[in-house]
């Protein structure tokens, strides 16, 4: 951290603390050559991740389509909106941890069935049924035979 004062490039932190808002770091500093003190915030840099569509037109990553894509497959089935955001949080979080911030949606679509098909097997085959876009009664059975 350069210091405002001399410019020199080392420094120490005296003071380390949350601000008000929990959302930046206030940090005291001081000035390991001239021993002036100064005070810096710190912040996560959020970088919002792009979705790569077929048409290869891209988009900010939504979780509320997705979210609205699992309730539409999971529909008159027993299962928890609870469930549903735990899974789309853990899709979430595995798009973040990735070191590209573009991700295409076929396989955002394949992350969906993976956590579909763990919470309910109907409504995984309907979102497959969709997102594969199955165009007879034998791509069905296929993809029920691989199950």
């Known amino acids: 951290m350069k210091c405002p ?3 020199y490039e080392e420094s120490k932190v005296i003071d380390s603390r949350p601000t008000d808002e929990n959302e930046r770091i206030r940090r ?3 000035c390991l050559q001239c021993s002036k003190r100064f005070t810096t915030y710190e912040t996560i840099e959020d970088v919002p991740i792009i979705v790569v569509k077929k048409d290869k037109s891209r988009e900010v990553f939504d979780r509320n389509k997705i979210l609205k894509g699992m309730l539409r497959a999971c529909e008159k089935r027993s299962v928890q909106v609870s469930e549903l955001e735990e899974a789309i949080s853990e899709i979430e979080a595995t798009l973040q941890s990735a070191v590209d911030r573009e991700v295409t949606s076929v396989r955002i679509g ?3 069935m993976e956590k579909l098909r763990v919470i ?3 409504a995984y085959i309907r979102f497959a049924s969709v997102y594969k876009e ?3 009664v034998e791509a069905f059975r296929d993809e029920i035979s691989r199950m």
């Open 5 to 7: 004062f001399c410019g």
């Open 28 to 30: 005291r500093r001081e």
């Open 110 to 112: 394949e992350l969906i």
């Open 134 to 136: 199955f165009d007879s």
């Open 120 to 122: 309910d097997e109907v």
